[in-house]
């Protein structure tokens, strides 16, 4: 999540110039090691049929349940083997260039805190169980592991074109809230959703939101919210369809982009190939704030 505020301007006293910090696994007290676990086993009664396979292999592979929040200096070499990525620790949200050095070099940052026991089912900034449990797995794939890493560098070039608010956008709707329609039906790949309980059910079986098949620049002109459930999910065939579809050089398209308006979360555009069109009844009637 690129593009939330970001908490500091400088690294933290003991913290690297790439702003990583050690994990320190060892200071996690059980309270922590138990939420970790209690989330697990909450979304492992969520995700199969749900999450894409890529996700479930993934997540298998890594040995993600062995007790407690992973520590990454076992997580790590598994990774590594598998896509040549790691994961790194850092103190909270970091500054976009620094974000997306990270990706282009294939370095995942990770927040190093877990959510406390009463906040497991919401919380604004992402949390070790979001990034790890909802990123880490799909990082295991080798399409969605150059996908990841050709974002970070589309990023860098964005950002010197003053065009990050578009490009992160394809980063929400894809990274963070992606689905995928294959031959077994439609699935999550996204880990805001994959790591959300409530989410992973509303994302696929809700008739609220809009389901919109994948559309690249209709999603970089597309608003979205980071307070509730979205409005729209928009739908690839594949994860290489995904690569495909964004291999392309985007300076043509940021060109394009520069006279258009925004598109509001809730809308249908003449153009788009509906998958499941939303009644839009949560969010009218206050989503998560409803009395
Ligand atoms: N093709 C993009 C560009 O020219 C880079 C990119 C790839 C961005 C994949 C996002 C995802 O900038
Ligand atoms: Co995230």
Same mark, same amino acid.
């Not at 997580?75 to 590594?80: I, R, Y």
């Not at 282009?104 to 877990?114: E, H």
């Not at 070039?157 to 990274?175: H, P």
């Given at each position: 999540?690129?593009?939330?505020?970001?908490?500091?301007?400088?690294?933290?006293?003991?913290?690297?110039?790439?702003?990583?910090?050690?994990?320190?696994?060892?200071?996690?007290?059980?309270?922590?090691?138990?939420?970790? %676990?209690?989330?697990?086993?909450?979304?492992?009664?969520?995700?199969?049929?749900?999450?894409?396979?890529?996700?479930?292999?993934?997540?298998?592979?890594? %040995?993600?349940?062995?007790?407690?929040?992973?520590?990454?200096?076992?997580?790590?070499?598994?990774?590594?083997?598998?896509?040549?990525?790691?994961?790194?620790?850092?103190?909270?949200?970091?500054?976009?260039?620094?974000?997306?050095?990270?990706?282009?070099?294939?370095?995942?940052?990770?927040?190093?805190?877990?959510?406390?026991? %009463?906040?497991?089912?919401?919380?604004?900034?992402?949390?070790?169980?979001?990034?790890?449990?909802?990123?880490?797995?799909?990082?295991?794939?080798?399409?969605?592991?150059?996908?990841?890493?050709?974002?970070?560098?589309?990023?860098?070039?964005?950002?010197?074109?003053?065009?990050?608010?578009?490009?992160?956008?394809?980063?929400?709707?894809?990274?963070?809230?992606?689905?995928?329609? %294959?031959?077994?039906?439609?699935? &999550?790949?996204?880990?805001? &959703?994959?790591?959300?309980?409530?989410?992973?059910?509303?994302?696929?079986?809700?008739?609220?939101?809009?389901?919109?098949?994948?559309?690249?620049?209709? &999603?970089?002109?597309?608003?979205?919210?980071?307070?509730?459930?979205?409005?729209?999910?928009?739908?690839?065939?594949? &994860?290489?369809?995904?690569?495909?579809?964004?291999?392309?050089?985007?300076?043509?398209?940021?060109?394009?982009?520069?006279?258009?308006?925004? +598109?509001?979360?809730?809308?249908?555009?003449?153009?788009?190939?509906? +998958?499941?069109?939303?009644?839009?009844?949560?969010?009218?009637?206050?989503?998560?704030?409803?009395?």
């Amino acid at each position: 999540m690129s593009d939330f505020e970001h908490v500091f301007e400088t690294p933290l006293e003991g913290a690297a110039a790439d702003w990583t910090i050690s994990q320190n696994w060892r200071a996690y007290t059980q309270v922590e090691h138990d939420t970790w %676990d209690t989330l697990y086993a909450r979304q492992m009664e969520i995700l199969p049929g749900r999450a894409c396979d890529a996700f479930l292999k993934g997540l298998q592979a890594l %040995d993600l349940n062995t007790g407690g929040i992973p520590d990454f200096a076992l997580m790590n070499p598994k990774l590594k083997a598998l896509t040549g990525w790691t994961v790194v620790c850092v103190p909270g949200l970091v500054p976009d260039d620094v974000f997306f050095d990270h990706l282009a070099n294939r370095r995942f940052p990770s927040g190093q805190f877990i959510r406390k026991p %009463d906040q497991l089912d919401y919380l604004q900034e992402p949390d070790i169980f979001h990034d790890v449990f909802g990123h880490v797995p799909m990082l295991t794939d080798p399409t969605f592991a150059d996908y990841m890493q050709a974002y970070g560098r589309g990023g860098q070039r964005a950002q010197s074109l003053g065009m990050l608010k578009n490009l992160a956008r394809l980063y929400w709707y894809t990274v963070e809230f992606g689905l995928l329609e %294959d031959t077994d039906g439609l699935r &999550i790949y996204g880990a805001g &959703i994959v790591s959300s309980a409530s989410e992973s059910v509303f994302a696929l079986e809700d008739t609220s939101p809009n389901r919109i098949a994948f559309d690249l620049e209709r &999603i970089m002109r597309t608003d979205y919210r980071i307070d509730d459930f979205q409005q729209v999910y928009f739908v690839v065939p594949s &994860i290489e369809a995904l690569n495909d579809a964004t291999y392309e050089d985007f300076g043509p398209i940021y060109e394009r982009l520069k006279g258009k308006t925004s +598109i509001a979360v809730d809308a249908v555009e003449p153009y788009d190939r509906v +998958i499941s069109g939303g009644t839009q009844a949560y969010a009218n009637k206050g989503g998560r704030f409803a009395a």
